[in-house]
């Protein structure tokens, strides 16, 4: 089985810090994923990345940015949080077109 | 680009009805459908998927859903509800070969469940 975890169910941060939301998977899948989703938006892209140290902006990139150092992990930064960015947030992997999602971290941001 | 709409937010069935949720896909191309289901709180798990041949799939939990190319459609079906059936509910489009893209989804079906 897929395994995608997300080190954090709930977060609670300050306006203007800086934010880092982990993500890790177990099965040497090439592409991951950052969603936010937001009640009545459904699901939106942030960013993606296909290989180690390669990432692409998705539809809603601003205000964040990722780093993948390692294949397993792919992280989300908020370079400084603001309060329209308190969401749902989901990570997922893959290796072909099906997608495995972490549980979400929500997210507020104070 | 491609689109996705369920035009349902909401949906009421009595436990042991059957159930129908729709999903219209706007893409160019041959697409890859999927239907994904979010229990409260929780990360999203994979109903099942489409990306060719028999148009009815078959998936997890009894869910099945069929595609129909002249309709643009990939509707979720289920014979009877369970109360556990309860969650939101997503349709997703892929493209074909775009494995490293994002999928897109809709804005999701919100299923309740009456006793």
């Known amino acids: 089985d897929v395994k995608v975890t997300q080190s954090s169910r709930y977060l609670v941060k300050r306006t203007g810090e800086k934010v880092f939301l982990e993500c890790v998977q177990d099965?040497?899948?090439?592409?991951m994923f950052w969603y936010r989703q937001d009640p009545g938006l459904g699901l939106r892209l942030i960013y993606f990345s296909y290989d180690v140290k390669m990432k692409e902006k998705g539809d809603i990139p601003e205000g964040y940015s990722v780093s993948r150092e390692k294949k397993e992990r792919f992280s989300l930064i908020l370079e400084s949080a603001s309060t329209n960015q308190t969401s749902m947030y989901l990570c997922?992997?893959?290796?072909?077109?099906?997608?495995?999602f972490g549980p979400g971290t929500r997210l507020l941001v104070l | 680009a491609q689109s996705v709409t369920q035009p349902d937010i909401h949906i009421t069935v009595s436990e042991g009805a059957s159930l129908e949720l729709r999903c219209n896909y706007s893409?160019?191309?041959?697409?890859?459908l999927f239907w994904y289901v979010q229990s409260p709180g929780q990360g999203l798990q994979l109903l099942l998927k489409?990306?060719?041949?028999?148009?009815l799939v078959q998936g997890i939990k009894g869910f099945e859903a069929e595609f129909k190319r002249s309709q643009s459609s990939f509707n979720l079906r289920k014979p009877s509800v369970h109360w556990s059936d309860a969650a939101e509910y997503f349709c997703?489009?892929?493209?074909?070969?775009?494995?490293?893209?994002?999928?897109?989804f809709g804005k999701g079906t919100h299923l309740i469940i009456q006793p």
């Open positions: 997922a992997s893959s290796w072909s077109e099906t997608q495995y």
């Open positions: 099965m040497d899948h090439e592409n």
């Open positions: 997703a489009v892929g493209a074909l070969g775009g494995g490293a893209d994002g999928l897109t």
């Open positions: 893409y160019g191309a041959t697409p890859y």
């Open positions: 489409y990306f060719s041949g028999d148009t």
